[in-house]
């Protein structure tokens, strides 16, 4: 099955500067790689996937890039508000294709600064 | 609202006790997950369901541990002799492909 590492496990960054989550995996196969949002107390919501076929995904002022043959992948969110304070997970496919769940890694609590 | 409901939100139970959760996925979703988060950490896979057949469990989930999907819609996740170790929150996502979209969970806490 598929291993998840994510770092920092902790993360403060002033408002307005950038903010780079990393995960890395294990399974090869692996082709579908979403990041979840989880703030305190509520449930974790996907804000921005990337599949393995592209390198890079942009939505507004999140962006998921790949690199498979490092078998890594990372979360970059620009021009950070105090909005964004929350949990992270990344995850992959626990058995390659994605039909049967996502491993999660443990996550990094994004804090920013006013 | 047409997203992934569970209930309760919040469970209170004596070690010992038998607790039941359920979970109503989106409706047009076939695949179902159970998972569990203890604080810290991120959502650990349980069990999931294509349609009303349980595909797999992972050896986290004892055997006091049971999940069902009768006619392929809602399923419950039964915890039978609970025990202060269970204290998590259990989350239920569904899904048509990859993506996968969560319920609010249940908080266990046991006493």
């Known amino acids: 099955g598929e291993n998840v590492e994510q770092h920092p496990s902790t993360l403060s960054v002033q408002e307005g500067d950038s903010a780079v989550i990393k995960c890395t995996y294990s399974?090869?196969?692996?082709?579908?790689f979403p990041w979840y949002k989880q703030e305190l107390g509520k449930r974790p919501q996907l804000i921005i996937d990337i599949r393995s076929n592209v390198g890079e995904k942009k939505d507004q002022r999140i962006a998921v890039t790949l690199n498979k043959t490092a078998k890594h992948f990372s979360l970059h969110i620009t021009e950070t508000q105090p909005e964004d304070s929350a949990v992270y997970f990344c995850a992959a496919p626990r058995l390659g294709g994605g039909a049967d769940g996502l491993t999660f890694g443990k996550g990094t609590h994004l804090i920013i600064q006013p | 609202d047409t997203g992934v409901s569970q209930d309760p939100r919040h469970k209170i139970t004596k070690r010992g006790q038998n607790v039941t959760f359920r979970c109503d996925p989106i409706s047009e979703h076939n695949r179902l997950y159970w998972y569990r988060q203890t604080l810290g950490q991120g959502p650990e896979f349980l069990t999931y369901?294509?349609?009303?057949?349980?595909?797999?469990k992972s050896r986290l989930l004892s055997d006091r541990f049971s999940a069902e999907r009768p006619k392929g819609s809602f399923s419950t996740l039964e915890i039978q002799r609970t025990e202060q170790g269970d204290s998590a929150m259990y989350l239920c996502?569904?899904?048509?492909?990859?993506?996968?979209?969560f319920g609010s969970g249940t908080q266990l806490s046991v006493l």
């Open positions: 996502a569904s899904s048509s492909r990859e993506k996968l979209f």
């Open positions: 369901f294509q349609n009303e057949a349980q595909l797999e």
């Open positions: 399974d090869s196969a692996s082709n579908y």
